[in-house]
């Protein structure tokens, strides 16, 4: 009987699909992984995963230790639970692992990953890190905006002094003060834009606000798509619905931005650039750049740019003052190298903070315990290479718990403990070379915009322990304060803080 046709090609392509297969199963058993829980099928690990994924992997970490391998879904996954691995992650290998995952978070909330955080690695992302480096967040660049940061800081003191010791949700006074700094900033102007047809708003302040904190979470959240790709068309969490119609509001607002700008520009010879998104659209014109900077390149950086000077600082302060409520103590001790350093007839500026070391370690002991970004960004392995013996594949997540980082017993005495006094004369700094304190992470993916995270932080810090005592509301005891967080890209607190303020300077100096 003659064989037919097709049963050669048949059999070669079985033989070959087993090959590979074989190899593929080969090659598996010949590396050597980083240990870590087995994980299930389809799902991998995350059944391991609650709801604040930071405390999951830092609960893994005790058990597995500082370099450890998971499967989220169809991905393999390590995380980096120490100063060691930090080094190695963001230093040593930093080229390595300095490529970003492709999440659902990226693709409709950042302009398909047009924006800086999101970007994948290559010409893109260098010229947008050049771009913020040396035009966006220059040393110059930020002195020349310095008024607008102290104005907006004698505007926020004036209306919490206006609360005649009523209760203030502080998280919504420090979110004000953190979006009107930025938005003039950025944008020329506070956030809220008027439609030139009518006197209804693009945005009202509150939609403003709701919006950065969705986007902040919408970047945070474990989207199973990410993780289980054939589940993405499903959206079965909502979130990617989510993240289209936020994306639709920024982007309505984002357009009205660069529309008055390009008007504004059109109207005047030899413009001179008077804010960030003016920066961002002379840059636009030049053609020397390596990669054209489209519209949506724009929008994308405008938006990172709003909501990143935006949240870590609000967030950063909440904590700060959340924790002295808890220790009266260090109340006491930081007003009083206050009235020392600077006296009670002028405020805090920021050139003083140097001289007020105190406050200084009070700022960097709220991010060692309480890092807006608690395991960073999520980077992806770029190439196939090692760590500490270990084998990582090319395409391998890769996420660095900072919050872990910031309770090592071998690092930090009682770590869970509020103890600024641990900073004072420790040469430990947050500009991504001490790897014990990474609140804005290191290496290439840095964030670019950390020195005006840290002058808002420390300025409205040091202003706010100036000028008012601070007391809980009604009959509350600092015991019933709720010092629990919710997950996203940044961790704030679960329940806001409401505070009483206390003016404790002369009442003129309120008026200044």
């Not at 709801?51 to 970490?61: E, I, K, N």
């Not at 005790?62 to 998971?70: A, F, H, R, S, T």
């Not at 930020?142 to 940061?149: D, F, M, N, Q």
């Not at 929008?299 to 904590?319: H, N, P, R």
């Amino acid at each position: 009987m003659e064989t037919p046709n097709w049963v050669p090609y048949a059999t070669a392509w079985l033989a070959t699909i087993a090959l590979i297969i074989l190899s593929r199963r080969l090659r598996r058993r010949k590396l050597n992984l980083p240990p870590g829980p087995k994980p299930w099928p389809i799902i991998g690990n995350l059944n391991l995963i609650g709801p604040l994924p930071h405390r999951s992997l830092h609960a893994l970490s005790q058990k597995y230790g500082p370099i450890m391998q998971l499967k989220f879904g169809s991905f393999p996954l390590i995380v980096g639970s120490s100063v060691e691995m930090a080094k190695i992650i963001l230093k040593t290998q930093d080229v390595t692992f300095c490529g970003r995952p492709k999440f659902a978070a990226g693709k409709y909330t950042t302009y398909d990953y047009s924006d800086i955080t999101w970007s994948q690695y290559g010409p893109y992302w260098r010229q947008a890190r050049k771009m913020c480096v040396v035009e966006l967040f220059s040393a110059k660049r930020l002195e020349s905006y310095e008024y607008i940061r102290k104005e907006e800081l004698r505007s926020f003191l004036k209306n919490i002094f206006s609360s005649n010791n009523n209760p203030i949700n502080l998280k919504d006074q420090l979110s004000d003060l953190s979006l009107n700094v930025i938005s003039r900033m950025v944008l020329g102007k506070k956030y809220t834009v008027k439609s030139e047809s009518s006197e209804t708003e693009i945005v009202s302040p509150d939609e403003f606000k709701e919006m950065i904190d969705e986007l902040f979470l919408l970047n945070g959240v474990l989207d199973i798509g990410d993780s289980i790709p054939w589940l993405a068309c499903l959206d079965l969490q909502g979130y990617i619905k989510r993240m289209k119609a936020l994306s639709k509001r920024f982007d309505r607002f984002l357009e009205h931005v660069l529309d008055e700008h390009d008007e504004r520009r059109k109207k005047v010879d030899n413009f001179v650039a008077k804010d960030m998104v003016d920066i961002l659209l002379q840059l636009a014109d030049d053609p020397n750049l390596e990669v054209k900077l489209e519209r949506i390149g724009i929008k994308g950086f405008t938006q990172d740019l709003i909501a990143g000077g935006t949240e870590s600082s609000a967030v950063t302060v909440e904590w700060a003052i959340s924790e002295l409520l808890k220790k009266p103590e260090l109340f006491k001790t930081a007003t009083e190298e206050l009235d020392r350093v600077i006296g009670k007839e002028r405020w805090v500026e920021e050139k003083d903070i140097v001289n007020l070391p105190f406050i200084d370690a009070i700022a960097k002991e709220t991010m060692r315990l309480h890092p807006v970004a608690p395991m960073l960004v999520p980077r992806q392995c770029r190439e196939d290479t090692k760590i500490s013996g270990y084998d990582v594949p090319e395409g391998t997540r890769v996420l660095v718990n900072v919050w872990t980082i910031g309770r090592d017993p071998t690092i930090w005495d009682n770590p869970d403990e509020f103890c600024p006094d641990r900073f004072i004369g420790k040469d430990i700094d947050v500009k991504g070379c001490d790897f014990e304190l990474l609140p804005f992470g290191a290496g290439r993916r840095m964030c670019p915009g950390y020195p005006l995270g840290m002058k808002v932080i420390q300025v409205s810090l040091a202003n706010l322990l100036q000028g008012f005592n601070w007391n809980l509301p009604g009959d509350m005891k600092k015991e019933d304060l709720n010092m629990d967080e919710i997950f996203g890209l940044s961790t704030p607190k679960e329940k806001p803080l409401v505070v009483v303020a206390q003016p404790r300077l002369p009442s003129h100096v309120y008026s200044l």
